[in-house]
């Protein structure tokens, strides 16, 4: 496996699972039978979820975008920068009034599964629209730097080998065609 150097790794605030807990107390308040299991959800709850946020993990390397979640089933996905297409930001009232952010991570291929099309979805991120803004900008100067990398000999400034030899074919082809 290749190790890439890293250049930033997004840190979790705690206010993910006061979250977790409130959207898990308003289901429980909506499926009105389980209004009484309740106490139980608050009480275990914060400890269920305080693990989960303990196994979540975001870091950014050179080329990578390396994302680890989960606690009884484990997922570590790597998302090449290069296909990333958009690091979305989803902010509802709870979050809100939380300052809270989910930033969804699609690629060029992340149509349908996950939260709405997108590839991952991470939740309670420190300083969310600046580890987006990181993100972006290394997907940007990968990107920009592949340009040059991926064009073909001919195409690149300065190496008109190529060109010249079409050009040449092009002045015979006129001159035979203006002898006949």
Not at 2 to 19: G, M, N, P, R
Not at 68 to 85: A, Q, S, V, Y
Not at 158 to 168: A, M, P, Q, S
Request: glycine share 10%.
């Amino acid at each position: 496996m290749v190790e890439h150097k890293i250049l930033a790794e997004a840190e979790f605030t705690k206010k993910a699972c006061t979250y977790w807990l409130l959207s898990g107390g308003v289901l429980l308040l909506v499926c009105v039978v389980t209004i009484p299991l309740l106490p139980f959800w608050f009480i275990f709850g914060m400890m269920i979820t305080g693990k989960y946020l303990e196994h979540m993990g975001c870091t950014l390397t050179e080329k990578t975008l390396i994302v680890r979640k989960g606690m009884f089933n484990r997922i570590e996905k790597t998302i090449p920068l290069e296909k990333i297409t958009d690091l979305g930001l989803k902010q509802g009232p709870i979050m809100r009034s939380m300052d809270l952010h989910a930033l969804t991570v699609e690629t060029a291929g992340s149509s349908g599964g996950g939260a709405g099309g997108a590839l991952v979805s991470l939740i309670g991120i420190k300083d969310t629209i600046g580890f987006r803004n990181k993100v972006l900008a290394q997907r940007d100067l990968l990107n920009s730097g592949k340009a040059l990398e991926q064009a073909p000999p001919s195409a690149i400034p300065g190496d008109n080998g190529v060109l010249d030899d079409i050009r040449d074919t092009l002045h015979r082809i006129e001159d035979a065609i203006k002898q006949s």
